[in-house]
């Protein structure tokens, strides 16, 4: 099974600031990673997919980047509404999922 | 636009019986696998399941192998998620999503609001 560690656990920024969130797995995954946002009480969100793609009417200011083990969520400038927890997800080649345990991003 | 509504959550007793649906609309349901994913009160996300959009192929995770089984029934838009032999760690707010399986990671691009199951006695 393919376990997904992120870091940090926690990340207090101000608005304005960049985020960097970092997801790795233990053992390569190739581009198979997704990265959502939840927000208390919410659904979870796709931002990002394979690794790099913005999902549909995702802002700009969020990137994803990495392949094999490692990789980043990048939010450039930090606005009210990006304070909240973000997980990553990979699917394994023998097609099961996996969640990380989660970011959680708040304000300084 | 993409809609899905799960319900039938609720109070049950350890080793009780619980049947999830979700109703889709929104988009042609036959064409896209569908999951559920759930989430423990104040904990992170857990895939619980996944089926393929003809219910041919169905897969679970470890945790719950055995004890559910994921459904669809395409003329009714409607997934489900039968769950036998409830344990107090199954606790949790359960979502069906839709599947992007066309893309590499089959990323969950939309995602119900969830339905409560509690296992208590």
């Known amino acids: 099974e393919i376990v997904l560690t992120q870091s940090p656990a926690t990340l207090s920024l101000s608005p304005g600031e960049r985020a960097t969130l970092s997801c790795r797995a233990s053992?390569?995954?190739?581009?198979?990673l997704a990265w959502y946002q939840q927000k208390p009480g919410q659904a979870p969100r796709l931002l990002i997919y394979?690794?790099?793609n913005r999902a549909t009417g995702i802002p700009a200011r969020f990137s994803g980047s990495g392949s094999g083990t490692d990789f980043t969520l990048t939010i450039s400038s930090l606005e009210p509404e990006d304070f909240a927890v973000y997980y990553c997800?990979?699917?394994?080649?023998?097609?099961?999922?996996?969640f990380g345990p989660g970011t959680k991003v708040d304000i300084k | 636009q993409v809609q899905l509504v799960e319900s039938g959550g609720g109070l049950v007793k350890p080793g009780g019986s619980l049947r999830l649906s979700c109703a889709a609309s929104?988009?042609?349901?036959?064409?896209?696998?569908m999951s559920w994913i759930r989430q423990a009160p104040g904990k992170g996300l857990e895939w619980v399941s996944y089926?393929?959009?003809?219910?041919?192929?169905?897969n679970y995770a470890d945790s719950v192998k055995g004890r559910f089984t994921i459904s669809r029934d395409n003329a009714k838009n409607s997934l489900y998620l039968q769950m036998n032999s409830l344990r107090a760690e199954d606790t949790a707010v359960y979502y069906c999503?839709?599947?992007?399986?066309?893309?590499?990671?089959?990323?969950?691009?939309?995602w119900g609001q969830g339905t409560l199951v509690t296992v208590s006695s």
């Open positions: 999503a839709r599947v992007l399986r066309y893309s590499s990671s089959w990323p969950l691009d939309y």
């Open positions: 929104g988009f042609t349901f036959s064409d896209y696998y």
């Open positions: 089926i393929s959009s003809s219910s041919s192929y169905t």
């Open positions: 053992q390569s995954v190739s581009s198979y």
């Open positions: 394979d690794a790099s």
């Open positions: 997800q990979q699917r394994s080649n023998s097609r099961l999922f996996t």
